[in-house]
Nanobody
Framework: QVQLVESGGGLVQPGGSPKLSCAAS????????MGWYRQAPGKQRELVAM???????NYADSGQGRFTISRDIARNTVDLQMNSLKPEDTAAYYC???????????WGQGTQVTVSA
């Protein structure tokens, strides 16, 4: 079992640069991949960014060039640095972890990011 706890959400002005952090309850060094998803009201949950065990990263087009995902093995965290936020980035952001390639998917409770003036 893995517990994932997100932090760093809140009300952000357009153009703001918040950083989301996801803390795992166990060592993440061998996790197959970790990432961030988001879900806006009335929409399906969508990938924001993903980072693999080998630190390969993948970004959705919406965040390419604005968002950066990183892992900190010492802290057992995966962070999402978001820059130049837009109102359309408003959503609940969820941390995700896949323990191995055969399964073991875990989700955090989510943290709300609202981009508004």
């Amino acid at each position: 079992q893995v517990q994932l706890v997100e932090s760093g959400g809140g009300l952000v002005q357009p153009g703001g640069s918040p950083k989301l952090s996801c803390a795992a309850s166990r060592n993440i060094v061998s996790f197959y991949n970790m990432g961030w998803y988001r879900q806006a009201p009335g929409k399906q949950r969508e990938l924001v960014a993903m980072i693999t065990e080998g630190k390969t990263t993948n970004y959705a087009d919406s965040g390419q060039g604005r968002f950066t995902i990183s892992r900190d093995i010492a802290r057992n965290t995966v962070d999402l640095q978001m820059n130049s936020l837009k109102p359309e980035d408003t959503a609940a952001y969820y941390c995700y972890a896949k323990i191995n390639m055969y399964g073991g998917d875990y989700w955090g409770q989510g943290t709300q990011v609202t981009v508004s003036a």
